[in-house]
């Protein structure tokens, strides 16, 4: 099993640009996560889902989009890049909700300028 | 909503030493706390866990306890080894789909 698994690993974008960052889990998870870490801010919850065609918002979800169209699958779309989104972005899954081990990805490094 | 908060947010010990880091919640329905750690570069992994209904719970060097009524845990590691550095991160949940994680403490163990 490879787990979770996330690409680009590092990306630098312009302002106003937009991108995705893609997300696979091969552990038929049914909920996934995507966080952002900032220095010093511990980890925040972007957006998750509790299974294929289903989103929610986490702690910080303005700026970007997620679909969940498959189990395997949890992109994540910023539009409209800003500084602000300079961060590093891990995407995680578990077989159930909160109280179930978190199994994260390797991260994205991006950076905005 | 839940909020954690952690402390503190960089520690220093000795190899061979203890460390304690501790965290503080604040919505008394929560019932799950876990404790993540992160090497320099690595994706975060699950080192431990605790469940409201438990005051202790240990694994080998590590240990986690819960003060339900201070509505605060800790993470206990003792005889500290140069492996052990590293960021050390709480979270709490109330039974929902959600994690809410601490800042972090950077652990760093001198040989």
């Known amino acids: 099993n490879a787990g979770v698994t996330q690409t680009p690993k590092f990306r630098i974008l312009k302002i106003g640009q937009s991108m995705t960052l893609q997300c696979t889990q091969d552990m038929n998870h049914n909920y996934m996560y995507w966080y952002r870490q900032d220095p010093g801010m511990g980890l925040k919850l972007i957006y998750y889902s509790v299974g294929a065609g289903i989103t929610d918002k986490g702690e910080v979800p303005n700026g970007y989009n997620v679909s969940r169209s498959t189990t395997e699958d949890f992109p994540l779309r910023l539009e409209l890049a800003a500084p602000s989104q300079t961060s590093v972005y891990f995407c995680?899954?578990?077989?159930?909700?909160?109280?179930?081990?978190?199994?994260f990805g390797p991260g994205t490094r991006l950076t905005v300028t | 909503g839940e909020n954690v908060e952690q402390h503190p947010s960089t520690l220093s010990v000795q190899e061979g030493d203890s460390a304690v880091i501790k965290c503080t919640y604040s919505d008394s329905a929560s019932n799950y706390f876990p404790w993540y750690k992160q090497e320099l570069g690595k994706r975060p992994q699950l080192i431990i866990d605790i469940r409201s209904n438990v005051g202790e719970k240990k694994d080998q060097r590590i240990a986690v306890t819960l003060n339900k009524t201070a509505k605060h845990f800790s993470l206990h590691i003792t005889e500290t080894q140069p492996e052990d550095s590293a960021v050390y991160f709480c979270a709490a949940s109330m039974d929902t789909d959600k994690l809410i994680f601490g800042t972090g403490t950077r652990l760093q163990v001198f040989p």
């Open positions: 995680a899954s578990s077989y159930g909700p909160a109280r179930y081990e978190q199994y």
